[in-house]
């Protein structure tokens, strides 16, 4: 089955993301230093059929690439040559550390775990990568409270009236 890969670049570490084979979720796989993230990426792509790489790309505000965009086009131009069959794609990485964060917490991992950048890494290129699997699928990124039953969404008293 194919696997998208999702990638974080960063000048000294790389999250790497993977997705399950019918391309629905995305799980944070594992860091890798930057240096040796081409030699991961074909230990992996021998193991499993990797269908498409799905790179972050760093923005400002205005949606300008921002100054670590060079060192992704960099990665991009090692990342063709290593697979010239395997489509890239590139993903709005702006707000992933942030939102990679606030899942740590909402997930209950502690102050000092939060700490370890290789963790927000692997979790924001899943973040990257879901983003792009929910934009592709047309999908929506968050829980529409209107899809919700009623049953599930208002909480029933003792006497089974409800709240």
């Known amino acids: ?13 790389v999250g790497v993301a993977v997705s399950d084979p019918l391309g629905i979720f995305a799980s944070a796989l594992e860091t890798v230093q930057a240096a040796k ?10 193991k499993e059929h990797v269908s498409r790489f799905v790179v972050g790309m760093p923005r400002n505000m205005d949606g300008a690439p921002s100054e670590a965009a060079k060192d992704v086009e960099v990665f991009l ?3 063709a040559k290593a697979f010239p069959d395997i489509p890239v794609t590139l993903e709005d990485e702006r707000f992933t550390s942030v939102l990679a964060h606030r899942a740590m917490i909402d ?4 102050a000092s775990a939060r700490k370890d950048k290789e963790s927000v890494d692997k979790i924001s290129a899943a973040i990257i990568l879901q983003s792009y699997m929910d934009r592709i699928s047309g999908s929506r990124s968050t829980l529409d409270p209107t899809l919700v039953p009623d049953s599930l969404s208002i909480k029933s008293s003792r006497t089974g009236r409800r709240k």
């Open 37 to 46: 993230i081409i030699e991961y990426l074909k230990s992996y792509s021998e």
């Open 1 to 13: 089955m194919d696997r998208i890969i999702g990638i974080d670049y960063g000048r000294k570490r």
């Open 107 to 110: 997930g209950g991992m502690k």
């Open 77 to 79: 131009k090692q990342l």
